[in-house]
């Protein structure tokens, strides 16, 4: 009967599992940066896509529809006092709306109301998606309501004010400058400072109006949908003010954000 010699089975030392955990520990952590960095990355693509998509699409189609204040109407020399003028500031220029529609500017909580006859010879549509039918009337206004830029349009009259479309998702400010010009250039002023300019008189008793409002300045912070893993900038200037959680304080950190500022000129509003 032959004897065998057995030897006995080891396990691992406790260095040796030492070092399995604290390399298995290693790989877990090189495994989750990429993950994070990955993630951060895709995050930061999104809601840069998310920004652009709203100034390709939503600013532009505010423009467009900004440029149309006043037309149809026979005056051109447009001011908070002219009937039916291209930019509503008082019951002057849109009798029966009320107060809380009115153009207001100074603040990043702004509102934008406008008013045009069309006249193109064609239907073409408001804000809101509904057809204006050739030589009908429609009274736009543009305001931000639970981060969003909508508009409340309103045809032949000012019943229809009350619901309101998205333009554009994400928006944290919305401000709007009025654009004044008179013999010596154009100035850009919040709503109030343009109310309260008067009618001057020169040296031989002539009347000098007030500057005429040929231009709207629009200012926008646009936010993307997605939160990122890291701080943010949360500082910046929109129309010649700071912009913060101090003046804005919807504001959330650790997302994406952008200003857009653009000036549309009224086609039918001029000084001469």
């Given at each position: 009967m032959k004897n065998f010699n057995m030897q006995a089975e080891q396990g691992f030392t406790l260095i040796e599992l030492m070092i399995s955990i604290t390399l298995g520990l290693l790989v877990v952590a090189i495994a989750s940066q990429i993950y994070l960095t990955s993630y951060s990355t895709n995050a930061v693509q999104k809601s840069s896509s998310d920004i652009t998509a709203s100034s390709v699409f939503g600013?532009?189609?505010v423009e467009s529809h900004i440029r149309?204040?006043?037309?149809?109407?026979?005056?051109t020399h447009i001011n908070d006092k002219t009937a039916r003028g291209g930019i509503i500031l008082s019951?002057?220029?849109?009798?029966?709306i009320s107060s809380d529609y009115f153009t207001k500017g100074g603040s990043f909580d702004d509102r934008l109301t406008i008013q045009f006859r069309n006249v193109t010879g064609k239907s073409?549509?408001?804000?809101?998606?509904?057809?204006?039918?050739?030589?009908?009337r429609v009274i736009e206004s543009y305001f931000l309501d639970n981060g969003n830029l909508e508009c409340d349009a309103s045809q032949n009259g000012v019943a229809g004010l009350g619901s309101s479309q998205?333009?554009?998702?994400?928006?944290?400010?919305?401000?709007?400058?009025?654009?004044a010009q008179d013999a010596t250039g154009t100035a850009y002023m919040e709503t109030d400072d343009y109310k309260a300019l008067k009618d001057k008189t020169d040296a031989k008793g002539n009347v000098i109006p007030k500057p005429v409002i040929t231009s709207i300045k629009m200012g926008l912070l646009l936010r993307g949908e997605q939160p990122l893993t890291s701080?943010?900038?949360?500082?910046?200037?929109?129309?010649?003010?700071?912009?913060?959680?101090?003046?804005?304080?919807?504001?959330?950190?650790?997302?994406?954000?952008?200003?857009?500022?653009?000036?549309?000129?009224l086609r039918n509003a001029r000084l001469n």
């Open positions: 600013i532009q189609q149309l204040a006043n037309m149809g109407n026979a005056e019951k002057a220029n849109a009798k029966g073409i549509f408001d804000c809101e998606g509904q057809a204006i039918a050739n030589g009908d998205t333009i554009i998702y994400g928006v944290e400010a919305f401000g709007i400058r009025i654009g701080p943010t900038r949360e500082k910046f200037t929109l129309l010649g003010q700071d912009v913060n959680k101090g003046s804005v304080p919807s504001m959330q950190e650790n997302y994406l954000r952008n200003v857009y500022e653009s000036t549309s000129y």
